[in-house]
C-alpha cells in the first residue's frame, strides 16, 4: 500500500467537512430551489389538467407529463432535505439509523430514474405517433398506462440493490477490519462492494441507453415532420384555408413536443453528468483506497454535482413554457388564481353563428319588403326564369353545412402534445 493512502488512514477526516460560509450558501441555494421545483411542478399538474379538460391536451400526453412531475417533486423532497443535513452539515456522521439509510438510497434511486425513464416513454409514445400513426392508433388506449408502469417497474429494479449494498458504516483501512475514527456515515458496504459496483455501472449504461434512444427519436421525428410539412403544402395549394390552417396547427403542435423532448434531453446530459461522474468515483475505487486528494476532489464535487441534479427537477416546468405559449398563458393563470381560458371549441362555434346570421339577413329583409309591399309578394311568386339572385334557402343550408363542418372540425381531439 502506498505510503498516501497510509497517511490518509491517520488523517482527521472532519478537516475536509464544507466551511460554514459554504454550508450557509448551500442552504439557502437548496432551499430556493425546493420551493420553486415544488411550486413549479405543483402547478405543473394543475395546468395539464386544465388544458386538457379544455381539449388542449391528449390524456396520454397529460398522464406522462403528471407523472414526470411527481417523480421530479418526489426527487426533491426526499433528497434535499437528506443532503442538507448528511452530506453539508454533518456529513461524518449519521445519527438516522441503518434502516433509514438503505431506504433513503432505494427511494431517491428510484424516483431519479424514474425521471430519465418517464422522459423515454413520453419520447416513444411520441415518436410512435409521428413516425408510425397507424401502429399508434392500434395500440389502443391502456398504452400510456402500461409505458408508465414500465418506466416506475424498471426504476425500482435499477435502485433494489441499494437496498443490499448501502448502509452505515465507518472508513476502513486496507489493512483493517473495523472503521477508524469512529466515523459513521450512510455509505456503500465494504462487504458488498463487487455488487455494489455493478449496480452503479449498470445504472449508468442505462442512463447513456436512453439519452442515446431519445435523442435518435427526436431525429427520426423531425425528418418525419420535415418530410409531411413539406408534402402538406404542395397537396393544400390552392384549397380551402381551414384545413390548411388546422394541418398547419398539428405541425406546430408536434414541433414544440419535439423541442420540448430537446430541451429535456439536453438538461438531463447536462445537470446529471457531474452527478454520474461522483457515482462512478465511489464505484471505480473502494473507500479503503481512497488517498486524501481523492477523497478531497469527492467532498469538493459532491455539493457541485448534487446542485446541477437538483436544478434538472426544478427546470422542467421552466421548459414546457419556453415550448408552448398556451401552457405559457395558463401557467401565469394558475398562479394568479384566476382562470380565464375556454375551451378549444368555444372559440370556433362563436363565429360561425356570426357567419350565419349575416347569411339570414337577405331573407329577413326580404320578408320584411314581402310584409309592406304586397303587389311585390304577388310579383315575387312568378320570378323570371333568367333572375340570378340565390336562394336563401340554399344559402342557410350551405352555411350551415359550413357550421356543422368546423364544429365536427373542433370536436376532433386536439393534437397539441405541449
Known sequence: ??????????????????????????????????????VGNSITIRVTQVLRRNGYLQ??????????????????LIGMPVELYSATWFPFTSASGNAFCKIYNFLFEACSYATILNVATLSFERYVA?????????????????????????????????????????HIPVRADTPVQNLTFCTNLKE?????????????????????????????????????????????????????????????????????????????????????????MMAAVPKSRWTSFY?????????????????????????????????REVFVQVLRCRLTIEHINKRTVPSSRAVSSRSLQPLL??????????????????PPTNQKESDPEEATLSNTEATDSVIKTTDAPSDTEV
Request: proline content about 3%; overall charge positive.
Open 295 to 327: 477523497f478531497r476532489s469527492y467532498v469538493i464535487l459532491h455539493p457541485v454535482a448534487d446542485t446541477f441534479f437538483y436544478f434538472s427537477s426544478v427546470i422542467n416546468p421552466l421548459l414546457y413554457n419556453l415550448s408552448s405559449r398556451q401552457f
Open 365 to 382: 329583409r326580404s320578408l320584411r319588403r314581402k310584409r309592406g309591399n304586397p303587389s311585390a309578394h304577388a310579383q315575387e311568386k312568378t
Open 1 to 38: 500500500m502506498s505510503e498516501e493512502v497510509e497517511i490518509s488512514d491517520h488523517k482527521d477526516w472532519r478537516e475536509l467537512e464544507p466551511n460554514y460560509h459554504v454550508k450557509i450558501f448551500l442552504t439557502l441555494l437548496y432551499s430556493l430551489m425546493l420551493v420553486t421545483g415544488i
Open 130 to 170: 409521428i413516425c408510425h400513426p397507424f401502429r399508434y392508433k392500434a395500440l389502443g388506449g391502456k398504452r400510456t398506462s402500461g409505458l408508465i408502469t414500465f418506466a416506475w417497474l424498471v426504476s425500482v429494479l435499477v435502485a433494489l440493490p441499494l437496498l443490499i449494498t448501502t448502509g452505515t458504516q465507518g
Open 59 to 76: 390524456k396520454n400526453v397529460t398522464d406522462h407529463m403528471v407523472s414526470l412531475a411527481c417523480s421530479d417533486m418526489l426527487v426533491l
Open 192 to 280: 458488498r462492494w463487487v455488487m455494489y459496483r455493478s449496480s452503479i455501472f449498470v445504472a449508468f449504461v442505462i442512463y447513456m441507453i436512453v439519452l442515446t434512444c431519445v435523442a435518435l427519436m427526436c431525429r427520426s421525428m423531425i425528418l418525419v415532420l420535415r418530410k409531411s410539412m413539406g408534402s402538406v403544402g404542395d397537396a393544400l395549394n390552392g384549397t380551402n384555408e381551414a384545413p390548411k390552417r388546422e394541418g398547419s396547427k398539428i405541425k406546430m403542435a408536434r414541433k414544440q413536443t419535439i423541442i420540448f423532448l430537446g430541451l429535456i434531453m439536453a438538461s438531463l446530459m447536462l445537470c446529471w453528468l457531474p452527478n454520474q461522474i461522483r457515482r462512478l
